[in-house]
């Protein structure tokens, strides 16, 4: 192991803040304990139960497996790399509530056997090719914020081990061309970080999903994520002008275009590919000039039936606001901005050019006829009144991840399922969920949120929230009962099994259900000229048997 390497595996926990590895977000943040105190209370009242909090697991508890791969197994000149247990137990898993679970009860059967740390496109090609030669899995790493095990090393028979590639130092914004408002952007850049470096350009990409703090460029481009704007350019792809992909068996750039009718599209190809293809490294993607002119409402409504109808309305009005999410009285009571006997529905303009208070003014007025209201202070311009529903709930957004973690070590199962489906359907899906949950729990011993993160023209992305007291050492169990039951009423009654959170390892039944036939078969067509070896991410989207005529001798540094 040479001194670079040595300095990444001994020193990679450094000073200060470091992140949980076996759960979301910095070791020293939390959810305040005011917050903490009103959902104990607010639980063990619904539930009939006493809350008792475990503590979090310590990583000298955690064994590991023996890594597969030794030191001197590959060679220096290729990147940094580390077997260290941090690194390993936090590239284990991504942040579903399966993978919480799992790791607070210190199980980490799959680790990955090495994390390597590449720095170019050069070291990246030579880390794919060592792992087809040694027919070593290799594992995309962005932020690590999958909720769908889109980045656990629980790859089956078939590989002499695997490979973590945490992208983390490819972090650059690498030029900006101010005429088109474009920047080739590296895709291991951080959002907060990634806003930074745009900033004093007056330029932003405007894609903030809820994993914003703690995922990447690469990741969202992986993904397909959904991001700020609730309604027109609601993913990463209306962002992308090209991108840049390493795979086994070479590169591959996109022409930079601002359009193009040229065939199908290789930029559609990659974007959602979710590392099975190969390494997204770099892409150019389309920013806007920061905004200048806010205004934002919150409308309230006794009739959840009517809020929809309001939704529904504004969508297809063509006033395109930044903002437009509707929030059943479940959902606004836990997010702390309401007592739980309306639903809310938050609604924002935003503009770098004009002012967008006469588009607001026409959504109240749309909302009003749906039988809203607007709440005390709730209506404001510029970000103005701290306190309002709208601000209250933009500080309770990031943190809702922090949340999740404090529910569960307060034994509350706490799942998440997010669809679209067109406005026809949504009462009947949203019927079949509360049913399936019910049926699947047991009992009506539940909490079942919904909210809105999206709207279009032709129907909502519905994202709900389930809440129920752990069946203490059979939540797995518990989980995979849940998560059948909802999953399946969801693609019975028209909807789609993700409509931001990928599909990773944990949809893939509901996906290969979704999928067309012929169209899996092409992608495992393509995956078999990029990836002829199988090493790419084994088990995400399609299953390919791997190549098992690999090397054997896997001390062999990679030519």
Known sequence: MDKEQRKNRDNDQGQGHLRKFWGWGWQDVDISEEEKGFMKNLLSQFFGIQIQEISPPNLED????????????????????????????????????????????????????????????????????????KHIAAIPYGGGSSVVG???????????????????????VLEIDTTSRTALIQA????????????????????????????????????????????????????????????????VETRRLPGSGAG??????????????????????????????????????????????????????????????????????????????????????????YPVTSRLKTAIEICKECQGEIGKNDSHQNGSNSNSSVNLWKKMFLKAPYLRDALVLMGIFCETFETCVTWDRFFDLHDAVENAARQAVGSTNLLLSCRFTHVYPDGPAPYYTLLTPAVIGSELQQWTTVKSAISDAILKNGGTITHHHAIGREH????????????????????????????????????????????SDTTTEHR
């Open 264 to 353: 199908p599209s290789p930029d559609r190809l990659f974007i959602g590919s979710e590392g099975i293809f190969g390494i997204i490294t770099q892409a150019w993607v389309k920013l806007w000039e920061r905004p200048r002119f806010r205004a934002s409402v919150t409308m309230h409504f006794k009739d959840f039936t009517k809020a929809v109808e309001a939704c529904r309305l504004i969508s297809q009005s063509g006033l395109y606001p930044t903002n437009c999410r509707l929030l059943d009285p479940t959902e606004a009571l836990m997010n702390f901005i309401s007592d739980g006997t309306s639903s809310l529905l938050l609604v924002g303009f935003e503009s770098a050019d």
């Open 188 to 251: 291991g850049v951080y959002g907060p970080d990634l806003e930074q470096q745009l900033k004093r350009f007056n330029l932003s990409l405007r894609h903030f999903p809820q994993s914003f703090e703690f995922s990447t460029l690469g990741g969202w481009i992986a993904t397909r994520s959904g991001g700020h704007f609730a309604t027109l350019y609601t993913h990463i792809d209306e962002f992308v002008e090209s991108l840049y992909l390493v795979t086994p068996q070479g590169t």
């Open 508 to 551: 893939r039944p509901w996906y290969d259900k979704q999928r067309p036939e012929l169209f899996g078969q092409a992608l495992k067509s393509v995956k078999s000229v990029l990836d002829p070896q199988g090493i790419m991410n084994p088990g995400v989207l399609i299953d390919v048997a791997p190549n098992t005529t690999y090397k």
């Open 150 to 172: 889109g980045v656990e090393p629980d790859i089956g028979e078939g590989y002499s081990g695997t490979l973590s590639i945490d992208l983390s130092r490819l972090n650059k």
């Open 62 to 133: 955690i064994q590991l497996p023996t890594s597969k791969i030794k030191d001197g197994h590959i060679s220096g000149s290729i990147c940094a790399f580390t077997d260290s247990p941090y690194q390993r137990a936090s590239h284990t898993y991504g942040k579903s509530y399966k993978d919480i679970i799992r790791s607070i009860r210190g199980n980490f059967a799959h680790p990955p056997d090495l994390v390597a740390f590449p720095e170019n496109e050069n070291e990246i090609l030579n880390l794919l090719g060592w792992c087809s030669d």
